[in-house]
């Protein structure tokens, strides 16, 4: 099992840049989201899913899109890059259920600085 | 909201040291509670967790107790090695949500 998996590892954008951070995961995880994480601050909650088809917004939304047309992929898109989505952005997975929420499996990061 | 409180660090301690990173958290329910771990340039790994009160969370030598009278989940280690330098994350999840909820990270660097 490779896990989960982020691409690229380090990304450069300009101001007004689009692109899109990708996540995929080899354990047949139901649930994914996205984080990202600022100093001091810990990580927050982009976006997430449950499911193939299902996405939902978490705590800073704003600028960023997702789509879930696979259980393993989930992709995040950034339109128009600013200055402050500079950060490193963490994917994560676990299955669905009580039991199995709690123990949720975190890619290696993706760290974007945007110019 | 429901929140997580860390000791800010970085934390600097000598080779078989004893290590206590304090969490306390607020909820509004009974959330379950967990220690992440971040070793340089990886992504975070789950270290413990705890579920319910009481509950004592333990793996390599780390544990932490979830004390529902003091909203606490302190993070324990009676002999730290070099390797365990890291940033350590404590975080809640509350119960029918997948989100974590993180607090800011405390850098541990042991010194040999």
């Known amino acids: 099992n490779a896990g989960v998996t982020q691409t690229p590892k380090f990304q450069v954008l300009k101001t007004g840049q689009s692109m899109t951070l990708q996540c995929a995961q080899d354990m047949n995880h139901e649930y994914m989201s996205w984080y990202r994480q600022d100093p001091g601050m810990g990580l927050r909650l982009i976006h997430y899913s449950v499911g193939a088809g299902i996405t939902d917004q978490g705590e800073v939304p704003n600028g960023y899109n997702v789509s879930r047309s696979t259980t393993e992929d989930f992709p995040l898109r950034l339109l128009s890059a600013a200055p402050s989505q500079t950060s490193v952005y963490f994917c994560?997975?676990?299955?669905?259920?009580?039991?199995?929420?709690?123990?949720?499996?975190f890619g290696p990061g993706t760290r974007l600085t945007v110019l | 909201g429901d929140s997580v409180t860390q000791m800010e660090g970085p934390v600097t301690l000598s080779e078989e040291a004893f290590l206590t990173i304090n969490c306390t958290y607020t909820a509004t329910g009974y959330p379950s509670l967990f220690w992440y771990v971040q070793y340089p340039g990886e992504g975070l790994q789950l270290l413990l967790k705890?579920?319910?009160?009481?509950d004592k969370g333990s793996n390599k030598g780390f544990e932490a107790t979830y004390r529902k009278e003091t909203t606490s989940f302190h993070l324990e280690k009676g002999s730290v090695q070099v390797s365990d330098s890291a940033v350590y994350f404590c975080a809640l999840m509350m119960d029918s949500s997948y989100k974590l909820i993180f607090g800011s990270g405390t850098r541990l660097l042991v010194r040999p």
């Open positions: 994560a997975s676990s299955r669905t259920g009580l039991v199995f929420r709690n123990e949720q499996f």
């Open positions: 705890a579920t319910k009160a009481d």
